[in-house]
């Protein structure tokens, strides 16, 4: 909204040319969300409280720990919503189509958190809405938007895939691009969910990988540095740095909240539409394949959980002590803390390599 009321008057203003700039705007986008979080918190966590009374539901089979956690209010994510929806709003072009398509599958994803939500606080159970229903809303949801997404972008580009380390190059998926992204959104946001489970576990790498996409943004949406890089370039895309900055300022301010001891959890409201929103970006910037590198941490957790339910019904056996993996390291002994900190490691370390595949080629 800034863009369209403040821009035009830098002819008279100067200081309004500013406003022409994504860097200037993406900073602007982080401080904004990171201020609401900030402002919002403290008044939303009680009201939490008051409404949920009990907290989150504790798994009776999980590490003992975290029996100390009940009380906690959950749907902190509704916190995240807020502060990047009003930021991206101000700060945004709103003309741009992947604002719109991004902004979609946040706050569709969301309502399905919130549904979930709720489902585990009425049924005082870690069960929410049917896994199966879930599934089928956010495949419509993902279908909506990569069905957007391709009237809005080039034929030549919309339906390539871009192989890491392969200059300039797009392997044309023709119909089958629309269930692949379908698969990248949806898989990128229960993986994200999959993640929560500790305090402070999730967002530091979802900010990250935050950070990592809304450089990659900027750049595949610049003709000159994608030229540069021998990356392909989407008109437009570079406007997706402020729905990153956004992720990133919200993510922080929520993490004040949710460091050990947490306050509050952001609840599958947060995990969800965070995770399918950074998968809508990955789509849009044509780097899907690089968001397995840069977000393995989500990665990892996920084939955790597949290989231990995979295991269980073919052998009876279970490779891990408990899945996703953060618990299976609760489990071995490790403190909570400890694991969250090395898995942040980890996410930092993927990062790196994933950004480096823009160069290397």
Known sequence: MLYHLLFPLADEFGIFNLFQYITFRTGGAILTALIISFVIGPAMIDWLKKKQKEGQPIRQDGPEGHFKKAGTPTMGGLMILISVGISVFLWADLSNPYIWITGGVLF???????????????????????????????????????????????????????????????????ILFIPFSMIVIVGASNAV?????????????????????????????????????????????????????????????????????AMVFMGDTGSLSMGATLGAIAMIVKHELVLIIIGGLFVLETVSVIVQVASFKLTGKRVFKMAPIHHHFEKKGWSEPTVVIRFWIIAVILALVGLATLKLR
């Open 108 to 174: 569709g994803f969301g309502l399905v958190g919130v549904a979930d939500d709720y489902m585990k606080l009425t049924s005082r159970s870690h069960h929410g809405v049917s896994g199966k229903v879930r599934l089928l809303i956010e495949a419509v949801i993902a279908f909506i938007a990569v069905s957007a997404y391709l009237n809005f972008t080039s034929f030549e580009i919309s339906t390539g895939l871009a192989i890491p380390f392969v200059k300039d190059y797009l392997l044309p998926l023709g």
């Open 193 to 261: 969910n999959l993640t929560d489970g500790l305090d402070g576990l999730a967002i530091v790498p979802v900010m990250i990988a935050a950070s990592c996409y809304g450089f990659i943004s900027y750049i595949v949406g610049n003709a000159v540095f994608s030229d540069y890089l021998a990356i392909q370039f989407v008109p437009g895309s570079g406007e997706l740095a402020i729905m990153c900055g956004a992720l990133i300022g919200a993510g922080m301010g929520f993490l004040w909240f949710n460091a050990p001891p």
